[in-house]
């Protein structure tokens, strides 16, 4: 089994990141996993994509992931990107960052789940020069929905990636967001 994420995001969201700490969480827990950036010469803002894969056995291609299970997005107004659903698997899985309002095409056979990842960021304060960062909240998302990596492996990683109070802020914003997040109909 090799399960693959695609995650979409702003440069300064913390995308490459979230895809890092979500390989290193498979780790933690005995299985292998890869994560790869993929980006340009980007700024903050711009759109940045990064990828992860998690399995239970060695994995022996590194590339981009075209045919994702689950594709993960950060910023919802990249939705209005349409490569952004580009290549995924007929039951796959899309979790957004989104405050509900978001009103979403009918996808069949496909599952979109939702979390406010962006009021949680803010009511933690964590903010990085004005912007909400989102990462480690929709990595809570993922934990809840994928249901391969336990939210403890993930609150782990994070508090093992920030020490002290950053840490526990990031980690409790996982949490939040492992509650809190909900299937769209």
């Known amino acids: ?16 990141t979230a895809a890092t700490l979500l390989a290193e969480a498979a780790v933690f827990e005995g299985l292998w996993s890869q994560a790869i950036p993929f980006f340009g010469a980007e700024r903050r803002g711009a759109p940045v994509v990064a990828f992860t894969r998690i399995s239970n056995k060695p994995i022996r291609i590194y590339s981009q992931i075209y045919n994702p299970d689950a594709i993960v997005v950060l910023d919802e107004k990249l939705l209005q990107l349409r490569s952004i659903l580009q290549g995924l698997k007929s039951n796959g899985i899309i979790v957004v960052n989104s405050s509900e309002k978001l009103k979403f095409p009918k996808i069949p056979s496909q599952r979109i789940f939702t979390v406010n990842a962006t009021s949680i960021a803010l009511k933690l304060g964590l903010v990085v020069a004005g912007w909400p960062v989102v990462n480690t909240a929709m990595l809570g998302a993922i934990a809840r929905v994928l249901n391969i990596i336990s939210i403890e492996s993930i609150e782990e990683c994070i508090r093992r990636k920030w020490r002290g109070e950053m840490g526990e802020k990031n980690s409790l914003a996982a949490r939040l967001a492992y509650e809190n997040i909900r299937e769209r109909d």
């Open 1 to 16: 089994m090799i399960y693959e994420i695609r995650f979409h995001g702003r440069g300064g969201q913390g995308v490459v």
